[in-house]
């Protein structure tokens, strides 16, 4: 176990020092940004904006973006904080319609320092506000369960996170946004992710995005 949180360690370190002249990560998009172009005329683009649990939903069940006009800008380890920074040029300027954000897991962490989960909220509001100024429709999602970050073993997440989705669930209801409830159904009896949803209690596996995929698209139609 000391192993592996070491490795977890080392590789967060690494990444953080790679990219330390690129702390948003504004560079990984910018090629496919510019590739993608604007919107065909009725294309109902779709940006899902999050971390590595939006990341990995392409490589793990590719078929749920296939053929759609979805548009997956998840990064690995990042935070709101990281994500309001590259919000504009990985959602705002692709001309989506919709907007799906999911975000809060790495913040809780610890992955870019000390927060609460006041201002994590704050960053998704301005994201929020953000789409809606430039006629985005919003869809927000609950951070999924998480007992124990193999990565910050010390992080006690289990009501924070409880707290922060009720927090999202609250503003995205009292705002008429979408709002996406990936806990209830993902949640074990001690508020960890079901194991036979999870690769590691943290990140879902491919059966864990068979239960996300609906859940999503169903308040994609809703909204658009």
């Given at each position: 176990?000391?192993?592996?949180?070491?490795?977890?360690?080392f590789?967060?370190?690494?990444?953080?020092?790679?990219?330390?002249?690129?702390?948003?990560?504004?560079?990984?998009?910018?090629?496919?940004n510019?590739?993608?172009?604007?919107?065909?005329?009725?294309?109902?683009?779709?940006?899902?904006?999050?971390?590595?649990?939006?990341?990995?939903?392409?490589?793990?069940?590719?078929?749920?973006?296939?053929?759609?006009?979805?548009?997956?800008?998840?990064?690995?380890?990042?935070?709101?904080?990281?994500?309001?920074?590259?919000?504009?040029?990985?959602?705002?300027?692709?001309?989506?319609?919709?907007?799906?954000?999911?975000?809060?897991?790495?913040?809780?962490?610890?992955?870019?320092?000390?927060?609460?989960n006041?201002?994590?909220?704050?960053?998704?509001?301005?994201?929020?506000?953000?789409?809606?100024?430039?006629?985005?429709?919003?869809?927000?999602c609950a951070?999924?369960?998480?007992?124990?970050?193999?990565?910050?073993?010390?992080?006690?997440?289990v009501?924070?996170?409880?707290?922060?989705?009720?927090?999202?669930?609250?503003?995205a209801?009292?705002?008429?946004?979408?709002?996406?409830?990936?806990?209830?159904?993902?949640?074990?009896?001690?508020?960890g992710?079901?194991?036979?949803?999870?690769?590691?209690?943290?990140?879902?596996?491919?059966?864990?995005?068979q239960?996300?995929?609906?859940?999503?698209?169903?308040?994609?139609k809703?909204?658009?």
């Amino acid at each position: 176990m000391k192993k592996i949180i070491l490795l977890f360690n080392f590789v967060i370190i690494y990444a953080m020092l790679v990219n330390a002249q690129d702390w948003a990560g504004l560079k990984i998009f910018k090629e496919e940004n510019a590739q993608l172009g604007p919107p065909k005329k009725n294309e109902n683009r779709v940006v899902f904006m999050g971390n590595s649990i939006f990341h990995d939903w392409s490589k793990y069940t590719p078929e749920f973006f296939a053929g759609k006009s979805y548009v997956n800008r998840g990064i690995s380890g990042q935070t709101t904080a990281q994500m309001l920074v590259r919000f504009r040029q990985d959602v705002i300027d692709l001309k989506p319609t919709t907007v799906v954000i999911l975000a809060g897991t790495n913040d809780i962490a610890g992955n870019t320092g000390p927060t609460t989960n006041e201002m994590i909220m704050d960053n998704l509001i301005s994201m929020a506000e953000l789409s809606k100024c430039n006629n985005i429709k919003v869809i927000m999602c609950a951070v999924l369960p998480v007992f124990k970050y193999k990565w910050a073993p010390d992080v006690q997440p289990v009501e924070r996170i409880k707290n922060l989705d009720s927090l999202i669930k609250n503003y995205a209801t009292k705002n008429k946004f979408g709002y996406v409830d990936f806990y209830t159904p993902m949640v074990n009896e001690v508020g960890g992710m079901k194991d036979e949803y999870s690769l590691d209690g943290v990140h879902p596996n491919p059966k864990g995005y068979q239960v996300m995929g609906p859940l999503v698209e169903r308040t994609i139609k809703k909204v658009q």
